[in-house]
């Protein structure tokens, strides 16, 4: 039997596909009942309103049972609330060979700053604009870059 | 004056309306990052939403879940304030009541998180977060489009003076609340005094104030609505993608 723990930190974003939802920072707890061998693991959203949810909780049942973990359970919380700062430095770097440019640290505060400069993905140019600060999914702005032309998301500080 | 049920229900009808109003905007925006935009505001409403009403369900504990509360209540069952139910409008007035919403939403958020109900503590922490970029966003085009062409200012201006008689309602008094709402307005105030500054606009004037939405006197405009959002659950209840 694969370690529980594993075997859920190996589920893959069903959004980001490059990306783990370990190393994305969703994944927050997983426990094994030592006498029951009940699995309970513990997640949540990056949004409020991510509809990705309901296939991550199946995806991570799934990831269980094929590790050898029938009884598990999926629980999700709120608090504390998901930050881009829980991103991994491993995740990051995923994110970035997809082309997907990753977060800067959030300001303090909570104050959420959009002036910051994005680096284009493709060829590491700083210059580049946002088109929308909402992308394909509900943690991605749509930004192009002005010096290769290219269009790329960015996954927003939160 | 209102028990936390109350409470939190009007919040979460508040969210519920407005991104069904949001969403109505899909494929119809004036631009296809303005059509992804206003989705992605609609979806967040609709996530602080649904955990708003679940937990109204439970304070309640009369067996009515997220589902029950959004799609079997009739129009004089909900407590969202009457701001979100207007119809959307033209861009412009759409862009005042997501301005408005946020700027109200926002502190109110901030003030949840820190409020002694711990579940609503964790749903504000949560939403603010999002409602920041909403009050960007909103602020963005009320500056763009006051600030730009004699056409974009006077339709601009035209909407907040349709629109800021309805954000009177959201700052009703109510001290029994996990927060009271009247403690909001002056951060409310001051947002919005920078952004109309900003924008070349002018603040109307307050005089009239309607209201009723927290009790459930609604506009004719929420039955409408309702109709459409709830038709499909009623005509096939308890039906799963």
């Known amino acids: 039997m694969v370690n529980p723990r594993e075997a859920a930190a190996s589920v893959v974003d069903p959004e980001i596909r490059v990306i783990t939802i370990d190393e994305l920072g969703i994944l927050r707890a997983v426990e094994e009942d030592p006498a029951s061998g009940r699995v309970t693991v513990t997640i949540t959203p990056t949004y409020t309103g991510c509809p990705a949810m309901d296939v991550i909780r199946a995806d991570i049942r799934r990831a269980l049972a094929v590790a050898g973990h029938a009884d598990a359970e999926v629980r999700t919380v709120f608090s504390p609330p998901w930050s881009t700062d829980w991103i991994s430095d491993g995740g990051r770097a995923k994110l970035a060979a997809a082309g997907i440019a990753p977060p800067a640290p959030v300001p303090a505060a909570g104050v959420v700053s959009l002036t910051l400069a994005v680096r284009c993905p493709q060829c590491g140019s700083p210059e580049t604009e946002q088109v929308s600060r909402f992308g394909s999914t509900a943690c991605k702005a749509l930004w192009r870059c002005r010096s290769c032309s290219e269009p790329f998301d960015h996954l927003k500080a939160l | 004056m209102n028990g936390p049920f109350d409470f939190t229900l009007g919040l979460g009808d508040d969210a519920l309306i407005a991104a069904q109003r949001l969403a109505e905007w899909t494929t119809r925006a004036p631009e296809m990052e303005e059509d992804v935009a206003l989705a992605n505001i609609a979806l967040d409403q609709l996530g602080a939403a649904r955990l708003l009403l679940s937990y109204a369900g439970e304070l309640e504990s009369a067996g009515r879940d997220e589902d029950a509360l959004a799609y079997l209540r009739d129009d004089r069952e909900f407590r969202n304030a009457l701001l979100v139910e207007l119809p959307n409008g033209d861009f412009a007035v759409t862009m005042a009541k997501l301005f408005f919403l946020a700027a109200y939403q926002l502190p109110l958020y901030t003030a949840l998180a820190g409020c002694a109900d711990e579940r609503l503590a964790a749903i504000g922490a949560k939403a603010r977060k999002e409602s920041a970029y909403h009050l960007d966003h909103g602020a963005l085009w009320v500056k763009r489009l006051g600030d730009g062409t004699e056409e974009s200012h006077r339709r601009m201006q035209a909407a907040v003076d349709q629109v800021w008689p309805y954000t009177h309602e959201l700052f009703a008094a109510d001290p029994a609340a996990p927060v009271d709402p009247a403690t909001l307005r002056p951060a409310f ?37 309702l109709a459409e959002m709830q038709v499909l659950h009623r005509a096939h209840p308890g039906a799963q993608w």
């Open chain 2, 189 to 225: 105030d001051e947002t919005v005094g920078a952004v109309l500054a900003e924008a070349t606009l002018t603040l109307p004037g307050s005089g009239w104030a309607p209201a009723g939405g927290r009790t459930g006197v609604h506009t004719e405009h929420l039955a409408y609505l």
